[in-house]
């Protein structure tokens, strides 16, 4: 049971992970702890094994032993360890994977619940976090206008400092609920009233929350073929029974055969991601077959800010006459990310429930950031920053377009986009996994599409954001792009 | 079916609503949409009755016909009404409430799933969101530092503007996860490293969360009788078998036949609202339960910062060597409510799975307000700010128990509260419901008791805040209190 750490093939890897994080700049003492923390919980050191003396250690590593001991005692306070006087110190058992089953019952994975279980399978949706060529789904930030926010962010704080310090209106706050009303009338043709605004944090909290209040386990959930995995995971998350629509290029193209459906998730206006535009007859047919089957439709017009080619279609909601359609729309992509502010617009039949629904889940919204993100679009500085973005957007676009051209035709096969923050590029069948592996080790990212897709069928391809990229970064990465072997993975 | 709106002995009531709408200094069009709005949602208007033609109306509100027309209009585009030339203007049907059935499939709640229904019956959990008296659960934002806040805003912005208005890591904002776990080690005795702390919006959102994870359909949970209403909604809403347990002066107080817990929620430092504090032999006795039956615990800690005489207790999750416990603290009570902050720290076994659904619920925190919690940590403000509130809500404590004793003694009875942000009071049977009618006709807010009961038997009582009090506002508070006609009701 017993094992000294040498034993272990895996047991050198802490030592790596101690290196990584010398490059912190924490105390030393604390780079050890988060070291061995991280070694016992991937299970490179595994339950009972004895970890080496602290002299030893100290020894090996080139620092004090005082330290090593700070870092052993610190483990052990936190149950990481257990340290017993002429024995040494060994990996707790609580803390780390075991062959042997315990005596008494054990926390482990398996006392999630059903429900959670099954969402922690699903993986979960993690956003990019880094803007590195090709991300997907971020704004530029560095054009933020960074001095405008800052300053009517003061301006509140000296205002009205202590009233939106207090709990809020779950609904959200009422200057916001009004700014974005009435931005969605003029600019989606969305009807709207501050009434029928509920301010969340994210699309994928809507998203999550609409799951919850529309759909019971086994509900049949309409989702584009290939579609956002954020929806994917918030409806699985439910419960539901997602069935894959085929998308073509007018969007959304539905069998006769399908087995109707309890709710219908959309992104009309610029599909996630093959960027096609749902047609008006499918429009009128979708929301003639929800008013048939009482089915809701969930309308994600997640970046409809940006639109280049043309005029941007009007909202589908707009065309909804029986309140069958439930409008989505964010502040992550229009502004920023860490916002943390999107918004629904709902039928009034919806509206009280799911103002509920927002105060079992997490009460309400950031007041002050409501506010600050109020004053900015009524004084006229979000227009102006969508105009900006629209216009720098484009241009990235474009240029990316003309380098992928000039330098990795016929490899890659853009797909019209006319609008969003990233480019869909097909890929011959069977090059996505090893060309992405090839990209990631010229440090590029290049998200997948196969991934976007729920049903047995999916294509290769890249979906790659621009909208964060410089020029100069554009056509850096490009040019590392056509530095892959293409005859690698055939 | 058409109705004159005179014909509606409700009818007036828009009248009045649009008379409040008035001092809110919005455009009088928008005053106008907002009343009418209001009055059908609210059903005072009703599907098919007639609107006054826009003459009347404008002459009756002394506001111009141009601006009536307007409003109109703008709410017939927003769907409320509809227009017949001739004929008149109809509240229209899918925005109110309705005698007749539709003849397609209607937007309802009926509509919602069988979880959303449940939980819109449960009646969410809504917070205060003033601060008059008597209202609970607030700390007096009026003491906070705000330009030491704002000064530490300001820097972050300066320094790191891009980095933070980016997607963030969805456990948490490192720093502030250390700083987190720095100050549960020393305050309150918790076996916390960075790794375990996932940082969230709120302690609803830490209870819901943990709900879904680890509660399936059935699963018996125990909660403190009376308890907490937010924890009830929120695992009510994980669709538990909630199993109310009484608590005495020693907290928790389970019979030896009660069905074993899946999951315990429990508020040991000032027992919720109780304030009794959860006796160490009982402490050791659940956590060997729980070890016993597998369970889990949440150990809410909600206010612990607040303890006014002695040593507090340090937290349970300290004594816990099997990880059955997650201990959850909150910012909103130590700093403000509209931070949209909390914490839990979870046991490896539940680190990954916990995060994982937070990304499929709402992402991630703010990180701009992570980072600057983070920093107030650090540089000591927290502390000096916890430092001052415990002297001055002590006293505010002190002199509440001394205004009641001199003016509402024998009516009301406090119970010892060693610490917190309310006191709790009983009141003799049947007296909760018509005091507090008579406590609101004087404008005072007297939070009952009764409500936070789960099972069948309650006592009356009021939990009075005082800590967002001034001493003055006490003293007038009570005194009006003391008006109230103790014979009513009886």
Known sequence: MTRPIHANPGAKLWLNLFEQAQHTGRPIREQLCQALRQAIRSHALAYGMRLPASRTLASDLGVSRITV????????????????????????????????????AQPSSARLSARGQRLVDGGGCRDPRLPTAFAAGSPDLRVFPHEIWRRLLNQQLRRNQTALLGYGDPQGYLPLREAIASYLQQARGVKASAEQ????TSSQQALHLLGSLLLDAGDTVWLEEPGYRGARTAFDAAGARLLPVAVDQDGLCPHATLPPPRLIYLTPSHQYPTGSTLSLPRRLALLQLARQHGSWII???????????????????????????????????????????????????????????????????????QAVCADFIEQGHFAAHLRYQ????????????????????????????????QLLTLLPDGLEAPLSQQASALGLVTP?????????????????????LSAEEIRQAVATLANIDRSKGK
Chains 1, 2 share one sequence.
Do not use: C, M
């Open 390 to 421: 629209r216009k720098l957007y484009r241009s990235r676009r474009d240029l990316l377009l003309d380098e992928i051209n000039r330098k990795l035709k016929p490899l890659l096969t853009p797909l019209p986009s006319p609008g969003g923050l």
């Open 448 to 468: 997948g599409l196969r991934g976007l897709y729920g049903g047995q069928e999916a294509k290769d391809g890249w979906l790659l954001g621009f909208a964060a």
């Open 299 to 369: 309308e994600d017009d997640y970046d409809s800010e940006f639109h280049y080619d043309g005029r941007p279609v009007s909202s589908l909601q707009g065309l909804d006459d029986s309140g069958q359609v439930i409008y989505l729309g964010t502040f992550s992509k229009a502004l920023f990310p860490s916002l943390r502010l999107a918004y629904v617009v709902l039928p009034p039949a919806l509206i009280d429930a799911a103002t509920t629904a927002r105060t079992v889940y997490d009460g309400h919204s950031s007041q002050l950031l």
């Open 69 to 104: 001991e700070a870092a052993y005692a610190q483990l052990e306070a936190e149950g990481y360890i257990h340290r017993h006087v002429g024995k040494g110190s060994f990996v707790a058992q609580q803390f780390a994977g075991s062959s042997t089953k315990p005596a008494h």
């Open 197 to 200: 605004v509920l301010v969340l």
